[in-house]
């Protein structure tokens, strides 16, 4: 589950992306989970989490809220959120090809929720699939304070994230210049 919100300067970052220019989203993935395998016991049902109104959103001395998504709904905010598609390998060489699809990507019971699905072809190779969401471009700041709650899960391939990013990530040059500020990142097999 994913709920976030945002406090401080609603002021962006300065400068230009040329359009032959790649970025690098702002989040990863939040919740994924394997296919289960047959000997495995079924995952337990999931608890809806009670709705949050705006008047219930948590309010932090200091700052002003800019924006939050509790995703009381049953599907993306697209004015907060886009969905990334990419194809394996194109960020940190994964094996998974982020989709759009809602095996991948999806909003129920106030959680935000990407999945890893693996598969296997008739021929006996393994493809992985995922989802990556990010607000870039849709909800930028430069200052401020940022609050979410994640479950992530445990296992082998699996490297969960929520990042922030440049909105102009080669103002100063490609990542690592540009920067990063990992709010959570954890690799599956080490969740210690």
């Avoid at 907060?80 to 759009?100: C, F, H, M």
Wanted: aromatic share 8%; hydrophobic share 30%; net charge negative.
């Amino acid at each position: 589950l994913f709920s976030t919100i945002g406090c401080g300067s609603q002021q962006t970052q300065t400068g230009t992306i040329p359009e032959s220019t790649e970025v690098t989203e702002t989040v990863e993935t939040i919740e994924t989970t394997s296919t289960v395998e047959a000997e495995e016991p079924a995952p337990k049902p999931k608890e809806p989490l009670p709705q949050v109104s705006q008047e219930e959103v948590p309010q932090y001395e200091g700052y002003t809220l800019i924006w939050n998504d509790e995703f009381n709904g049953d599907s993306l905010n697209t004015d907060i959120w886009s969905i990334t598609k990419r194809q394996p390998g194109v960020t940190n060489a994964e094996l998974q090809e982020y989709t759009d699809s809602q095996d991948n990507v999806y909003v129920s019971d106030g959680r935000l929720t990407l999945k890893a699905i693996k598969t296997v072809d008739e021929k006996g190779n393994e493809y992985y699939t995922s989802g990556k969401v990010v607000t870039r471009k849709k909800k930028d700041f430069t200052y401020g304070k940022v609050v979410t709650r994640a479950k992530v899960p445990v296992g082998q391939g699996l490297w969960p994230a929520i990042w922030m990013m440049p909105t102009v990530e080669t103002l100063y040059g490609t990542w690592p210049r540009g920067g990063e500020i990992d709010i959570m990142e954890i690799l599956g097999h080490e969740p210690n």
